[in-house]
T-cell receptor, first 113, second 113 residues
């Protein structure tokens, strides 16, 4: 079975500082990994994905994530946080094949000016 | 494309009433997913369809829940009878192919009183 762990419920960071939101996963085969962001009263918006290829994936709004197979991690990063990045972030995984996404519990990011 | 469209955005109903949530996926997408989001349980997959055929409904909590996809451009999630514990935000998402990301609708916030 697939699963995702986001060990931090909340991450606080000062504006301009780098941010990291952690994610580890478990799948039986090769993973497809995704990050989504949710703003208040909105649906989930796709940020980036890893399917295959380069372990460093770049996505929307300056976010990037690094796939680490040995550590089964896919941490989300941004070099310089903005107040507008404050939102709820979800990591998701699925196995190769026609399977739906399994989501983590979400991490609330708060960027303080 | 306008994206995944859900209606209504908000629904308040009395316990015991029938509730129908609607979803129009992105044109050309072969997969459609229904998720439920609550504070306690996060994002849970209820059911998903491939080419209008239900593939996995193991996440549907009870027989009170049913979902249909009569054609490629429309799906419904019905709860009959509704209960207060069904209160949640229900999301519909669609995906084009196996290797692509899912796109989410804005969600329907259901309150059962």
């Amino acid at each position: 079975a697939q699963s995702v762990a986001q060990p931090e419920d909340q991450v606080n960071v000062a504006e301009g500082n780098p941010l990291t939101v952690k994610c580890t996963y478990s799948v039986s085969g090769n993973p497809y990994l995704f990050w989504y962001v949710q703003y208040p009263n909105r649906g989930l918006q796709f940020l980036l994905k890893y399917i295959t290829g380069d372990n460093l994936v770049k996505g929307s709004y300056g976010f990037e994530a690094e796939f680490n197979k040995s550590q089964t991690s896919f941490h989300l990063k941004k070099p310089s946080a903005l107040v507008s990045d404050s939102a709820l972030y979800f990591c998701a995984v699925r196995d190769i094949g026609n399977t739906p996404l399994v989501f983590g519990k979400g991490t609330r990011l708060s960027v303080i000016a | 494309d306008a994206g995944v469209i859900q209606s209504p955005r908000h629904e308040v109903t009395e316990m015991g009433q029938e509730v129908t949530l609607r979803c129009k996926p992105i044109s050309g997408h072969d997969y459609l997913f229904w998720y439920r989001q609550t504070m306690m349980r996060g994002l849970e997959l209820l059911i998903y369809f491939n080419n209008n055929v239900p593939i996995d409904d193991s996440g549907m909590p009870e027989d009170r829940f049913s979902a249909k996809m009569p054609n490629a451009s429309f799906s419904t999630l019905k709860i009959q009878p509704s209960e207060p514990r069904d209160s949640a935000v229900y999301f519909c998402a669609s995906r084009a192919t196996e290797n692509t990301e899912a796109f989410f609708g804005q969600g329907t916030r259901l309150t059962v009183v």
